[in-house]
């Protein structure tokens, strides 16, 4: 591939080759090849870039599992044109903690008991995050309103709510305020 | 699987180098709240789901499924999509090598539909090729002359209609005739109840790898709750013996009762072993909700006879479930529907008539409650039915009747162990009721989207019971393996237990921990290819079933290392005991090797040494209901209640469950984290039936196969839930345990749409309540 | 190559759609991946309009507001927008998930044009102006009451995107209601905007799921005006909620499908449209 290659137009043109292009994914850059024009990011993440944390329960965005940050925002990948997300900051569950390590919202969830299959607990994961990192001392309502777009049909919520208010209130103890 | 590792630090050692006395941190053993072993890469995302399986030179399988409810094929054409580049193979019925049906209890449904297609998404051909896209263009490539035939949608034109299979349109017929069926009581209440066919929606959708190995066997990776079974079934089809087919669990995510029968299972193996690559198989959710079974729906009538002081005097039923075109575990759900149709109630006289019957309408088989939830939506609608007839306390009712250990089941059977119903019914009323509403609209009937103010809301409360069967029942082979193998003071667990999310890999660990005083244990992946079966995860049984079995393995190794122990100290085998996991001196007992007195973990006693032990274990006999539907078919049963508060907005009929409590039989907490998960995730499956789950039938076609139409409750529609346990040990599970895993479902469904019926006083004799029940509704 | 085209000016969008009208157009998404995953459309050129700048957040001009067709529900609901427009912020957050919310747009839901689209009663009952723009014809305003014809069916012509949407402020108090049967992430059953004007003495209600377009509710609007005292923000007489909610749900046409009947969905129409004239105007005299 030389230099000037499509890797290299794709994220300022006009036009992208849904055959090659490239998305940053968890701070890194890597190549998308021989997609076709209308596969999700979704299926980009994890049959072309291995990354299975997303995971596929609807593919319609009524269920929260493959949700993944862009720019930020908290989105269902299974909607996301991926050769549209070019140019974009994509923030999968494999790349919240930037060193591996386990972040305070997944320690809050195996030690509160919010995973039972955990199918849907990496879009929850994530999720979480966007909202803890939004909106650091939510309501139990509030946490409740924010993660409805993601389905669990073993826990009941009960724990996952739990784990997330756990969460909060640790990152406050953690900045000096109330536990 | 991960394990917990811990640096052991021995603290006293004998002359010869033996440990006598250790400390370790204190184990995570039973009664704690230990964590899930797969907790972490879970959150991590990290944890390898079925879906997420994948090697070299591998295809995507996809299958053609039957538009039609009842059709003859006349022609199947696969030249279109063969031609197509990249795709491998399409195969149809004349492709199966071995036996053409499968089917859990009666093997009546096709691998692939030859000559009629019996429902809506009858698996006619499969295909394999490079991607996802090409295969589903060569499904779309297949042509399939359809000749249609009038279906059969409605359950009663069963009795009367040709039937639609071989095996006829009555799947089985249970009646139950009970002390005097005809006896008649100063009261008398009736009412004739309907339940929707609910499905299971667990999240992780069918999926799984099938790789060909170069001797003509195949591995076949998938989630599942009984690979066992599975094993047996594809072997038969495939025409391989048994060996040949080693059946892996793949990660699993959620069963609850769909994912015992076999779906893509052989299409992939097929495949596989066509093509000589591996064959992945991922179900789209539409294709889910076509391809597995889901809850029976059904009607029930039911007259309750009682004495002018509430005592219940008979009770008569006719139940019908639909069981749609294949028998799946239609024959065991009937009965219990049959035999559980009274409740945990003390009644002298019966007379029930029980179908399960055929119809061109999707499978029904086994969901979460198995014929106990249909049951127990009717009889507690009835009891309080009668409560009102009685002008009685529809509590107090409940309690006068309450069945005791010693009293009869309507099938003759002495209901034995533990009977706790008036403990789980006064247990649940003292548990808090919630707080005021919400000053925050959010919270209630219609959430965002504002429909209600205060003025609108009646409040009510609904209280309900329910018990079901624990363990297989009517005879049915069930037992369970497991192995242990201890060595350097690490346990290894063997078992071929289906983990789809309840916690046994957790169970394990903590049996082991417990028994083996080590906090070192590692759970093996559950293969067929390892170790005998398991059993299914269902039920209710694995704690019990599998989870004895692991108790009684790692008691074995324990003895072992106790005789071991005992001849490297030069003592006698009995002057040690295992006490919790430690080989202690007996009180008084002297011997060469006893110079202080022996206190060692049972896992670091012989550390040079590997001690290994295998067991099967089972129950005792259940025997299959006669002609009248007497026997002692079952082994051990669960009770439970729950009480629901619910705001309603009678106009809109829409409406928020505000509360659930519940308190529940559980033998034994093994693990009281994990059990409130089961307890709040199964009332959310009950929750969702009485207010929103259906699966919407319209002459034999669903309607809403999506997540955008069949709903089941998120974050804002399940309430907080008060928990009581009640902990009366029964001795014949491990530590005295019970299954946990289906009375959380029973009696949330009534208990929601009894408050429903408090809070407006509406007869609500369907489920789910759907908002036009309620709004447009005449008040009874 | 198969190709996704993404413009980064509005003129150069528009070149291309008028170059090749079946361009596939992706705004958020949210719609058109549902049916691309499920096989039922397959796209062989995408537009999208993602680095449209000039079609993001919205503007003030005048008395209006412009809404760029860009702007996502989740930027709908909150600030200085859901002051001016709380009907339509209402709306907003009744729509799907929070991960919808997030990427679908307002260009979307009127592109789209579901009968269960959320926002386009309100859109009705602000009496809002689509609009539109191709390389052709360059820019022309489409009403509201013009644009969507039918389920999934507009006005929208070959190489015509729409960029925007102007709605005048209104001045007086909005509610949205909305019916589902579950709490959140649910489509509507039935669902109704009401939207009042001090300054122009006007009452706009328009229904949405009851129809194959969004309704407006003239009788019932052309009722309650006689009925209200701007002033006191009251009505005259607590017999016209009664009244406009009838005659909200004789102006639905509601249908059974699977997700509800008609007979549901015309009475709910009646209590929601009873119950917003109820929060927006309090009772008076007898």
Same mark, same amino acid.
Not at chain 2, 287 to 314: K, Q
Not at chain 2, 380 to 392: F, G, H, R, S, T
Not at chain 2, 407 to 427: F, K, S
């Given at each position: 591939?030389?230099?000037?290659?499509?890797?290299?137009?794709?994220?300022?043109?006009?036009?992208?080759?849904?055959?090659?292009?490239?998305?940053?994914?968890?701070?890194?850059?890597?190549?998308?090849?021989?997609?076709?024009?209308?596969?999700?990011?979704?299926?980009?993440?994890?049959?072309?870039?291995?990354?299975?944390?997303?995971?596929?329960?609807?593919?319609?965005?009524?269920?929260?599992?493959? /949700?993944?940050?862009?720019?930020?925002?908290?989105?269902?990948?299974?909607?996301?044109?991926?050769?549209?997300?070019?140019?974009?900051?994509?923030?999968?569950?494999?790349?919240?903690?930037?060193?591996?390590?386990?972040?305070?919202?997944?320690?809050?969830?195996?030690?509160?008991?919010?995973?039972?299959?955990?199918?849907?607990?990496?879009?929850?994961?994530?999720?979480?995050?966007?909202?803890?990192?939004?909106?650091?001392?939510?309501?139990?309502?509030?946490?409740?309103?924010?993660?409805?777009?993601?389905?669990?049909?073993?826990?009941?919520?009960?724990?996952?709510?739990?784990?997330?208010?756990?969460?909060?209130?640790?990152?406050?103890?953690?900045?000096?305020?109330?536990? | 699987?991960?394990?917990?590792?811990?640096?052991?630090?021995?603290?006293?050692?004998?002359?010869?180098?033996?440990?006598?006395?250790?400390?370790?941190?204190?184990?995570?053993?039973?009664?704690?709240?230990?964590?899930?072993?797969?907790?972490?890469?879970?959150?991590?995302?990290?944890?390898?789901?079925?879906?997420?399986?994948?090697?070299?030179?591998?295809?995507?399988?996809?299958?053609?499924?039957?538009?039609?409810?009842?059709?003859?094929?006349?022609?199947?054409?696969?030249?279109?999509?063969?031609?197509?580049?990249?795709?491998?193979? %399409?195969?149809?019925?004349?492709?199966?090598?071995?036996?053409?049906?499968?089917?859990?209890?009666?093997?009546?449904?096709?691998?692939?539909?030859?000559?009629?297609?019996?429902?809506?998404?009858?698996?006619?051909?499969?295909?394999?090729?490079?991607?996802?896209?090409?295969?589903?263009?060569?499904?779309?490539?297949?042509?399939?002359?359809?000749?249609?035939?009038?279906?059969?949608?409605?359950?009663?034109?069963?009795?009367?209609?040709?039937?639609?299979?071989?095996?006829?349109?009555?799947?089985?017929?249970?009646?139950?005739?009970?002390?005097?069926?005809?006896?008649?009581?100063?009261?008398? %209440?009736?009412?004739?109840?309907?339940?929707?066919?609910?499905?299971?929606?667990?999240?992780?959708?069918?999926?799984?790898?099938?790789?060909?190995?170069?001797?003509?066997?195949?591995?076949?990776?998938?989630?599942?709750?009984?690979?066992?079974?599975?094993?047996?079934?594809?072997?038969?089809?495939?025409?391989?013996?048994?060996?040949?087919?080693?059946?892996?669990?793949?990660?699993?995510?959620?069963?609850?009762?769909?994912?015992?029968?076999?779906?893509?299972?052989?299409?992939?193996?097929?495949?596989?072993?066509?093509?000589?690559?591996?064959?992945?198989?991922?179900?789209?959710?539409?294709?889910?909700?076509?391809?597995?079974?889901?809850?029976?729906?059904?009607?029930?009538?039911?007259?309750?006879?009682?004495?002018?002081?509430?005592?219940?005097?008979?009770?008569?039923?006719?139940?019908?479930?639909?069981?749609?075109?294949?028998?799946?575990?239609?024959?065991?759900?009937?009965?219990?529907?049959?035999?559980?149709?009274?409740?945990?109630?003390?009644?002298?006289?019966?007379?029930?008539?029980?179908?399960?019957?055929?119809?061109?309408?999707?499978?029904?088989?086994?969901?979460?409650?198995?014929?106990?939830?249909?049951?127990?939506?009717?009889?507690?609608?009835?009891?309080?039915?009668?409560?009102?007839?009685?002008?009685?306390?529809?509590?107090?009712?409940?309690?006068?009747?309450?069945?005791?250990?010693?009293?009869?089941?309507?099938?003759?059977?002495?209901?034995?162990?533990?009977?706790?119903?008036?403990?789980?019914?006064?247990?649940?009323?003292?548990?808090?009721?919630?707080?005021?509403?919400?000053?925050?609209?959010?919270?209630?009937?219609?959430?965002?989207?504002?429909?209600?103010?205060?003025?609108?809301?009646?409040?009510?409360?609904?209280?309900?019971?329910?018990?079901?069967?624990?363990?297989?029942?009517?005879?049915?082979?069930?037992?369970?393996?497991?192995?242990?193998?201890?060595?350097?003071?690490?346990?290894?667990?063997?078992?071929?237990?289906?983990?789809?999310?309840?916690?046994?890999?957790?169970?394990?660990?903590?049996?082991?921990?417990?028994?083996?005083?080590?906090?070192?244990?590692?759970?093996?992946?559950?293969?067929?290819?390892?170790?005998?079966?398991?059993?299914?995860?269902?039920?209710?049984?694995?704690?019990?079933?599998?989870?004895?079995?692991?108790?009684?393995?790692?008691?074995?190794?324990?003895?072992?290392?106790?005789?071991?122990?005992?001849?490297?100290?030069?003592?006698?085998?009995?002057?040690?005991?295992?006490?919790?996991?430690?080989?202690?001196?007996?009180?008084?007992?002297?011997?060469?090797?006893?110079?202080?007195?022996?206190? &060692?973990?049972?896992?670091?006693?012989?550390?040079?040494?590997?001690?290994?032990?295998?067991?099967?274990?089972?129950?005792?006999?259940?025997?299959?209901?006669?002609?009248?539907?007497?026997?002692?078919?079952?082994?051990?049963?669960?009770?439970?209640?729950?009480?629901?508060?619910?705001?309603?907005?009678?106009?809109?009929?829409?409406?928020?469950?505000?509360?659930?409590?519940?308190?529940?039989?559980?033998?034994?907490?093994?693990?009281?984290?994990?059990?409130?998960?089961?307890?709040?995730?199964?009332?959310?499956?009950?929750?969702?039936?009485?207010?929103?789950?259906?699966?919407?039938?319209?002459?034999?076609?669903?309607?809403?196969?999506?997540?955008?139409?069949?709903?089941?409750?998120?974050?804002?529609?399940?309430?907080?839930?008060?928990?009581?346990?009640?902990?009366?040990?029964?001795?014949?599970?491990?530590?005295?345990?019970?299954?946990?895993?289906?009375?959380?479902?029973?009696?949330?469904?009534?208990?929601?749409?009894?408050?429903?019926?408090?809070?407006?006083?509406?007869?609500?004799?369907?489920?789910?309540?759907?908002?036009?029940?309620?709004?447009?509704?005449?008040?009874? | 190559?198969?190709?996704?085209?993404?413009?980064?000016?509005?003129?150069?969008?528009?070149?291309?759609?008028?170059?090749?009208?079946?361009?596939?157009?992706?705004?958020?998404?949210?719609?058109?991946?549902?049916?691309?995953?499920?096989?039922?459309?397959?796209?062989?050129?995408?537009?999208?309009?993602?680095?449209?700048?000039?079609?993001?957040?919205?503007?003030?001009?005048?008395?209006?507001? &412009?809404?760029?067709?860009?702007?996502?529900?989740?930027?709908?609901?909150?600030?200085?927008?859901?002051?001016?427009?709380?009907?339509?912020?209402?709306?907003?957050?009744?729509?799907?998930?929070?991960?919808?919310?997030?990427?679908?747009?307002?260009?979307?839901?009127?592109?789209?044009?579901?009968?269960?689209?959320?926002?386009?009663?309100?859109?009705?009952?602000?009496?809002?102006?689509?609009?539109?723009? /191709?390389?052709?014809?360059?820019?022309?305003? %489409?009403?509201?009451?013009?644009?969507?014809?039918?389920?999934?069916?507009?006005?929208?012509?070959?190489?015509?995107?729409?960029?925007?949407?102007?709605?005048?402020?209104?001045?007086?108090?909005?509610?949205?209601?909305?019916?589902?049967?579950?709490?959140?992430?649910?489509?509507?059953?039935?669902?109704?905007?009401?939207?009042?004007?001090?300054?122009?003495?006007?009452?706009?209600?328009?229904?949405?799921?009851?129809?194959?377009?969004?309704?407006?509710?003239?009788?019932?609007?052309?009722?309650?005006?006689?009925?209200?005292?701007?002033?006191?923000?009251?009505?005259?007489?607590?017999?016209?909620?009664?009244?406009?909610?009838?005659?909200?749900?004789?102006?639905?046409?509601?249908?059974?499908?699977?997700?509800?009947?008609?007979?549901?969905?015309?009475?709910?129409?009646?209590?929601?449209?009873?119950?917003?004239?109820?929060?927006?105007?309090?009772?008076?005299?007898?």
């Amino acid at each position: 591939m030389t230099t000037d290659g499509p890797m290299d137009r794709a994220t300022d043109d006009d036009t992208v080759d849904s055959g090659i292009y490239e998305l940053r994914v968890n701070g890194g850059t890597r190549v998308v090849e021989g997609a076709w024009l209308g596969e999700s990011l979704l299926n980009v993440l994890r049959d072309r870039l291995g990354l299975y944390g997303a995971k596929n329960a609807c593919e319609q965005g009524e269920c929260g599992s493959c /949700s993944v940050l862009v720019d930020g925002r908290v989105v269902c990948s299974c909607l996301e044109l991926a050769a549209a997300c070019v140019g974009t900051d994509i923030t999968t569950v494999e790349g919240l903690d930037p060193t591996g390590a386990l972040t305070d919202v997944q320690r809050a969830f195996v030690e509160a008991g919010a995973v039972q299959c955990g199918f849907c607990t990496p879009g929850l994961v994530v999720a979480a995050h966007e909202l803890l990192d939004r909106r650091p001392d939510p309501s139990e309502l509030e946490i409740r309103e924010s993660l409805a777009g993601n389905l669990c049909r073993c826990t009941g919520y009960g724990r996952i709510v739990a784990a997330v208010s756990a969460a909060a209130a640790e990152r406050r103890a953690a900045a000096g305020g109330r536990p | 699987m991960t394990t917990t590792t811990t640096p052991t630090t021995p603290t006293g050692t004998t002359a010869t180098g033996i440990t006598t006395t250790t400390t370790r941190p204190p184990a995570a053993g039973i009664g704690s709240d230990a964590r899930r072993p797969d907790g972490i890469p879970k959150v991590r995302g990290e944890f390898a789901f079925s879906s997420d399986l994948h090697r070299p030179q591998m295809l995507w399988g996809r299958t053609l499924r039957s538009p039609l409810p009842y059709a003859r094929i006349r022609s199947i054409d696969i030249s279109g999509a063969l031609a197509l580049p990249g795709v491998a193979a %399409v195969i149809t019925a004349e492709d199966v090598p071995g036996r053409a049906t499968y089917g859990l209890i009666s093997s009546d449904q096709p691998v692939f539909a030859a000559d009629v297609v019996r429902f809506v998404g009858e698996a006619v051909a499969a295909v394999a090729a490079e991607t996802p896209e090409l295969a589903r263009r060569a499904v779309a490539a297949i042509e399939v002359d359809y000749e249609p035939l009038d279906p059969l949608t409605d359950p009663e034109d069963c009795f009367t209609r040709d039937p639609i299979h071989p095996d006829g349109n009555i799947v089985r017929s249970v009646p139950i005739r009970f002390g005097d069926p005809e006896a008649r009581g100063d009261v008398v %209440v009736e009412g004739t109840y309907v339940i929707g066919m609910q499905d299971q929606a667990f999240m992780g959708p069918e999926s799984g790898l099938a790789v060909p190995d170069t001797d003509g066997s195949v591995d076949l990776w998938v989630s599942t709750q009984f690979l066992h079974v599975d094993r047996d079934q594809v072997a038969a089809c495939l025409g391989l013996p048994e060996e040949d087919v080693r059946v892996h669990l793949g990660g699993v995510g959620g069963a609850f009762g769909a994912r015992e029968d076999v779906s893509f299972h052989v299409h992939s193996c097929l495949l596989a072993l066509r093509t000589g690559r591996p064959v992945k198989f991922v179900y789209q959710r539409d294709e889910s909700f076509y391809g597995h079974v889901h809850r029976h729906p059904g009607t029930i009538w039911m007259r309750h006879h009682a004495t002018g002081d509430g005592r219940l005097v008979n009770i008569e039923a006719r139940i019908v479930l639909d069981g749609g075109a294949y028998a799946s575990s239609s024959l065991a759900v009937i009965a219990n529907a049959a035999r559980f149709a009274p409740g945990p109630y003390r009644i002298d006289n019966a007379k029930i008539d029980a179908w399960v019957v055929r119809t061109n309408n999707p499978p029904c088989g086994a969901m979460r409650g198995f014929g106990a939830v249909q049951a127990c939506f009717a009889h507690e609608a009835q009891m309080d039915l009668l409560a009102a007839e009685l002008d009685i306390d529809p509590i107090e009712l409940r309690l006068l009747n309450a069945a005791r250990t010693g009293d009869r089941m309507i099938t003759g059977q002495v209901l034995e162990g533990p009977v706790p119903v008036e403990e789980c019914i006064r247990a649940c009323v003292a548990l808090p009721m919630p707080p005021a509403r919400d000053e925050d609209r959010l919270a209630w009937p219609g959430g965002a989207g504002r429909t209600a103010d205060a003025a609108d809301l009646r409040r009510g409360v609904g209280f309900a019971v329910g018990y079901k069967n624990l363990m297989f029942s009517e005879g049915e082979m069930d037992d369970a393996h497991a192995a242990c193998r201890l060595e350097a003071g690490v346990a290894s667990i063997t078992s071929a237990c289906a983990e789809v999310g309840q916690g046994f890999v957790t169970i394990a660990q903590q049996i082991a921990r417990t028994v083996l005083g080590t906090p070192d244990v590692v759970v093996e992946p559950a293969s067929t290819a390892t170790i005998g079966t398991a059993g299914s995860t269902s039920a209710s049984r694995q704690t019990w079933m599998s989870g004895g079995a692991v108790e009684k393995a790692c008691r074995e190794v324990a003895e072992d290392v106790r005789a071991a122990y005992a001849a490297v100290l030069g003592l006698e085998a009995d002057q040690l005991e295992v006490v919790d996991g430690r080989l202690r001196s007996v009180a008084g007992a002297t011997g060469a090797g006893m110079g202080a007195a022996i206190d &060692v973990a049972v896992a670091d006693a012989v550390p040079g040494r590997r001690f290994e032990s295998s067991v099967r274990n089972r129950h005792a006999p259940t025997f299959a209901l006669d002609r009248f539907g007497q026997g002692d078919s079952d082994v051990a049963w669960a009770f439970v209640a729950h009480r629901a508060v619910v705001d309603v907005d009678p106009d809109l009929g829409l409406l928020r469950v505000v509360q659930m409590a519940t308190a529940q039989d559980v033998g034994r907490a093994l693990n009281p984290l994990q059990l409130i998960g089961q307890i709040e995730g199964g009332i959310a499956q009950g929750v969702g039936l009485a207010v929103m789950e259906e699966i919407v039938m319209e002459d034999g076609l669903v309607k809403n196969p999506s997540f955008t139409d069949y709903l089941i409750p998120t974050m804002l529609d399940m309430p907080d839930v008060e928990i009581a346990l009640i902990e009366q040990p029964d001795s014949r599970g491990p530590f005295g345990a019970k299954g946990v895993g289906e009375p959380p479902t029973l009696s949330s469904t009534p208990a929601v749409v009894a408050a429903i019926r408090a809070a407006t006083g509406l007869a609500l004799e369907r489920v789910p309540v759907r908002p036009q029940d309620i709004a447009l509704a005449r008040k009874v | 190559m198969s190709g996704l085209l993404r413009p980064a000016t509005l003129d150069a969008a528009l070149s291309a759609l008028g170059d090749d009208p079946e361009l596939t157009v992706l705004a958020g998404g949210t719609d058109l991946m549902v049916a691309v995953n499920y096989g039922q459309r397959r796209p062989t050129a995408v537009l999208s309009l993602r680095r449209l700048d000039e079609l993001t957040g919205w503007r003030g001009d005048g008395d209006d507001v &412009v809404l760029g067709s860009r702007l996502t529900y989740a930027e709908m609901q909150h600030g200085e927008l859901a002051e001016l427009l709380p009907g339509l912020a209402q709306a907003a957050r009744t729509v799907g998930s929070p991960q919808i919310r997030a990427t679908g747009t307002i260009g979307g839901n009127l592109g789209t044009a579901s009968p269960a689209g959320d926002t386009l009663p309100v859109l009705a009952a602000y009496d809002a102006t689509v609009e539109v723009a /191709s390389a052709a014809d360059g820019h022309r305003r %489409v009403p509201m009451a013009e644009f969507v014809v039918g389920p999934k069916r507009t006005t929208l012509r070959p190489g015509e995107l729409i960029t925007g949407v102007r709605i005048r402020v209104p001045h007086g108090p909005q509610e949205f209601l909305k019916i589902g049967p579950r709490n959140a992430m649910v489509i509507a059953v039935a669902n109704c905007a009401l939207v009042a004007d001090r300054d122009t003495a006007t009452v706009r209600c328009a229904l949405g799921s009851v129809g194959p377009v969004p309704l407006r509710c003239v009788d019932a609007e052309a009722f309650v005006v006689d009925h209200l005292d701007w002033d006191a923000g009251r009505v005259d007489d607590p017999r016209t909620y009664e009244t406009f909610g009838a005659l909200c749900a004789e102006a639905s046409r509601p249908i059974d499908d699977h997700r509800s009947t008609a007979e549901y969905r015309r009475h709910a129409t009646g209590v929601l449209a009873r119950r917003a004239l109820m929060r927006a105007f309090r009772g008076g005299g007898a």
